[in-house]
C-alpha cells in the first residue's frame, strides 16, 4: 500500500449541473410552454365556437330550477325582507284568524320605518285591531325575524267621495265627518 500525498481540502462549491440535469431543466421548461400554447390554442378554439361548453360538472351557466332561480335573485337583489313580508300580505288570513283577515287586509310596508298599514271595513274593526296591535307585531317579527315590523298602522273606512255642490255648506266636510 502506497499513501497518497493528502490533498488540502479545498472549499465546498456548488456542483455545475451536469449534462442529465441541464437536460431535466430543458425537459421542463419545454414542457410549461407547450402547455401553455395549448392552452392558448383551446382558448381561441373555444372563442370561435362562441363560447365555453358546459361539461360534466355543473357550473354557473347550467340552467337552475325556476324556484333556485328566484332565490338567487332575491338573495343577490337584498329583497328577503320586502318578499318575506309579501309572503306574509298573502298568508293574513293564516296570521291573524279568518274572521279577522274577514274585516282587515294589509295594504302596504314601508320597508324604511318597517311600518305595515292596514285597512278595516269598520270603524269598529279598527279600534279592535289597535288593541290587537302589540300580539300582531310579535307574531309577525316571530315569522319574519325580529325587528322586521315595528309598527301596525291602522287605518278606517275610505269615506264615500267628496262631492261639491250647491247644497252644501260653507266649511263642511260632509258625511266624511263621520269616519276614519
Known amino acids: 500500500m502506497t499513501e497518497q500525498p493528502a490533498r488540502p481540502a479545498q472549499p465546498a462549491t456548488p456542483a455545475e449541473p451536469s449534462g442529465v440535469d441541464l437536460a431535466r431543466v430543458a425537459l421542463r421548461a419545454a414542457k410549461e410552454q407547450a402547455r401553455a400554447r395549448g392552452a392558448a390554442a383551446q382558448q381561441k378554439k373555444q372563442a370561435r365556437r362562441g363560447g365555453l361548453r358546459s361539461g360534466a360538472r355543473a357550473d354557473g351557466r347550467d340552467p337552475l330550477p325556476l324556484g333556485a332561480a328566484i332565490s338567487r335573485l332575491i338573495t343577490e337583489r337584498g329583497w328577503e325582507t320586502p318578499a318575506a313580508v309579501g309572503g306574509v300580505m298573502g298568508r293574513w288570513p293564516q296570521m291573524v284568524g279568518p274572521e279577522v283577515a274577514q274585516h282587515c287586509e294589509p295594504q302596504r310596508y314601508d320597508e324604511d320605518a318597517r311600518v305595515l298599514t292596514v285597512r278595516c271595513d269598520s270603524t269598529a274593526w279598527a ?54
Do not use: E, H, W
Open 127 to 180: 279600534t279592535q285591531l289597535r288593541l290587537l296591535a302589540p300580539q300582531l307585531v310579535a307574531r309577525l317579527n316571530a315569522d319574519l325575524g325580529q325587528g322586521t315590523v315595528k309598527l301596525i298602522k291602522v287605518l278606517g273606512p275610505g269615506g264615500p267621495a267628496r262631492r261639491y255642490g250647491p247644497l252644501r255648506a260653507p266649511g263642511s266636510r260632509g258625511p266624511g265627518d263621520t269616519y276614519g
